[in-house]
């Protein structure tokens, strides 16, 4: 198995959502208003980052002041430190192209966002994000602390533009990935000086790995059929920010899942029983259709807190709980070090939203 | 990985580690909810020390973002049963 893709990761590099901004009416002050701006804002990037972009278009119409730039979506304000592929694959249940945000450059709303005032304070939440990875990765971040300021810098920026490439040089050095065949840590080989027998650090340089994922859950109820009926975000209180880590395993020569990671990291939705036992059952294949109608009437009614799989290019809604990575919802059958390697961020992190129809057993909304 | 169910209605103990020339805190143990997000310890932080900012780290290594529930933390960076947060009136470990 290919463990790390190129052609995935420009995929993802290249990803972006099509925004239309409008700014809020409360800021226009010219007739006629202006009209939205249309922009594409990287999936792996960040709002604040599109504001150089945006401003020409409304700079002549804004009231006097000084700036202080949010975004909102339905009155929702969108958390800045949120890559914008994952507000957008969270945010809009049914994929809405373009994307309607409204651009507001007053009236900060400090209750619901933390300030964000320049693109320093973006990158600082950037750097701390890829340390608190390095540190669920490697037990600590000193890869972190001892890039050089430029290499921070190099880094960074090939974010801001988009330069995988770049980014990957770079990156490569701090030593985070990818995960390799055998689940482990793949490093570069390097002479390793000699270790003291009771040190714990294996000489071998590999140990199994630790994935940090960010789990934004939402509750989108039992009864729901068509994901764009779905109830609209009012409040971040009806959004799960959850941060676990899972460790990266094979078991007994098989690959771990997508569905098994879920299990692990939310045992709570996910449940306990076996899903590979279930998978046996219903027969063979990943693109099997969800199952015939009896099964899953069985399934949902003896445990409503299962997952089951989608296929690929199934056009009923699925009754299962609905997982969103890049914007793409994946066949919960693929191994999971493969999902790590191609659909995480530039921080390390992989960013998993999940929608949940059940109603019963369900994580703490906090 | 916490075996038990972190679950939200779990105390939390936090120990409040001052750096650098901030003031050392009276008080420094404290149990918090692990529902709560770690802007109630940044929160609670500065409105003991009379700052309106303060730079609050784990395990003097990272920032976690205000929205990272306590417990997560807790079950991802603690150890000895306690989640260590150091504080610093300027950044110290950028």
């Known amino acids: ?366 | 990985m916490a075996s038990e169910s972190p679950t939200a209605d779990r105390k939390v103990v936090v120990h409040l580690r001052a750096t650098g020339d901030a003031p050392i805190l009276k008080q420094a143990k404290f149990k918090i909810s692990g529902s709560d997000k770690f802007s109630k310890v940044i929160e609670f932080l500065c409105r003991q020390l009379h700052r309106d900012t303060l730079f609050v780290y784990i395990n003097s290594a990272f920032s976690p973002n205000p929205d990272e529930l306590v417990i997560d933390l807790y079950n991802n960076f603690g150890f000895d049963g306690k989640l260590v947060v150091n504080y610093a009136s300027s950044m110290a470990w950028g």
């Open chain 1, 1 to 366: 198995m290919e463990v790390f893709s190129e052609e995935a990761t420009k995929y993802v590099w290249g990803g972006a959502i099509p925004l239309q901004i409008h700014l809020h009416e409360s800021e226009v002050t010219t007739l006629p208003p202006p009209p939205p701006a249309l922009v594409l804002g990287s999936r792996i990037g960040y709002l604040p980052l599109l504001v150089p972009l945006i401003k020409p278009y409304f700079s002549s119409t804004l009231p006097p002041g000084e700036d202080t730039v949010w975004f909102d979506y339905n009155g929702l304000p969108l958390k800045w430190y949120v890559p914008i592929g994952v507000l957008f694959d969270l945010l809009c249940a049914e994929p809405e192209r373009p994307w309607n945000l409204t651009v507001h450059f007053r009236g900060y709303p400090g209750d619901v966002l933390t300030p964000c005032d320049s693109e320093d304070t973006v990158k600082w939440s950037y750097i701390n994000s890829l340390k608190e990875a390095a540190y669920v990765i490697n037990g600590n971040c000193k890869n972190i602390m001892n890039m050089a300021q430029v290499d921070q810098f190099d880094l960074w920026q090939s974010l801001v533009k988009g330069n995988m490439d770049g980014y990957l040089r770079i990156s490569s050095r701090l030593k985070l990935g990818p995960v390799g065949e055998d689940c482990f840590l793949k490093q570069a080989s390097s002479l390793q000086p000699r270790q003291a027998i009771d040190e714990p650090d294996t000489v071998g340089c590999s140990r199994p790995s630790r994935i940090p994922v960010r789990l934004y859950i939402r509750n989108v109820g039992e009864s729901l059929e068509y994901l764009e009926d779905a109830p609209i975000i009012d409040s971040w209180d009806r959004i799960s920010y959850i941060n676990r880590a899972v460790e990266i395993h094979k078991e007994g020569g098989n690959y771990m899942t997508l569905k098994h990671a879920m299990r692990t990291l939310l045992p709570e939705i996910f449940g306990d029983e076996d899903p590979d036992k279930k998978y046996e059952l219903r027969g063979e294949g990943n693109h099997e259709a969800c199952s015939s109608f009896g099964d899953q009437e069985t399934i949902s009614t003896a445990r409503n807190d299962l997952v089951e799989e989608t296929s690929f290019g199934s056009q009923r809604p699925s009754e299962a709980n609905l997982i969103r990575i890049q914007g793409i919802e994946p066949d919960l059958n693929i191994p999971f070090s493969w999902v790590v390697n191609n659909l995480r961020n530039p921080d390390y992190f992989l960013h998993l939203c999940v929608f949940l129809r059940t109603s019963s057993h369900q994580a703490k909304a906090t």
